[in-house]
């Protein structure tokens, strides 16, 4: 059985600060993508990363893939408000038929 | 881009009875389709896998008979949820890969709020 460690679990932060969550398997993922989901909807895809070493940028928000391409890490510049929400990630696993397994979902509080 | 839509986006069932919702692929062929199940703050846990036109695989400790999943077309994949009980009260989401996106393109549908009273 695949799993995926996301940590932390919940994080509260002031406006500005910085942040990184992380994304650990013991197996290799064939991709990983990171969601945001706001509470009462489904969740929204942020990146998708798929080669070792991949670095993905998007505005204030960068995806690192590890090179074994067992971790991932979403890392947040200067945080803000508009950020806080529900932060998954998620992994295909090769053999695994294409079937997506989510990390335990990160927490996020911004404080202005 | 890939839309699913998935519907009811709420329902307030008694206990006892059965419900049912729909996942729908609009714009693209969905040969496979996943079931998740969201209890508050938590994260999405898988409950199934749908196959168009086979019998749906469960993720150990779902049960099968509880949670009936239909995929009878290339664009319409049914959960039923038999017998609710207020335990069964969750948010549902479904979703739906389309091989013919280049970003390993899983969408997924907004959900639904099921309460069992």
């Known amino acids: 059985t695949q799993l995926l460690e996301q940590s932390p679990q919940f994080l509260s932060i002031q406006e500005g600060e910085n942040l990184t969550v992380y994304c650990n398997s013991s197996s290799v993922f064939s991709s990983l993508q990171w969601y945001r989901q706001e509470p009462g909807e489904g969740p929204v895809l942020l990146v998708t990363v798929v080669t070792g070493g991949e670095v993905k940028k998007l505005k204030r928000l960068t995806f690192q893939f590890g090179d074994a391409r067992k971790d991932s890490s979403l890392h947040i510049t200067a945080a803000q408000p508009g950020d806080t929400g529900l932060y998954l990630c998620?992994?295909?696993?090769?053999?695994?038929?294409?079937?997506?397994?989510f990390g335990q979902g990160t927490t996020l509080q911004v404080k202005p | 881009g890939a839309v699913v839509s998935q519907h009811p986006s709420r329902v307030i069932c008694k206990s006892g009875t059965s419900v049912k919702i729909e996942c729908r692929s609009l714009?693209?062929?969905?040969?496979?389709m996943f079931w998740y199940r969201q209890f508050p703050k938590q994260s999405l846990m898988l409950m199934a896998t749908?196959?168009?036109?086979?019998?749906?695989?469960?993720e150990q400790g779902v049960e099968k008979d509880k949670f009936l999943i239909n995929h009878a077309s290339l664009t319409l994949s049914t959960l039923t949820v038999t017998s609710a009980h207020p335990e069964d009260s969750s948010f549902y989401i479904c979703?739906?890969?389309?091989?013919?996106?280049?970003?390993?393109?899983?969408?997924f549908g907004s959900g639904t709020r099921l309460t069992v009273v």
């Open positions: 749908s196959n168009e036109g086979s019998k749906a695989t469960y």
């Open positions: 979703s739906a890969r389309d091989f013919g996106l280049t970003n390993y393109g899983y969408t």
């Open positions: 714009d693209f062929q969905a040969t496979t």
């Open positions: 998620a992994g295909a696993f090769r053999g695994n038929t294409g079937k997506l397994i």
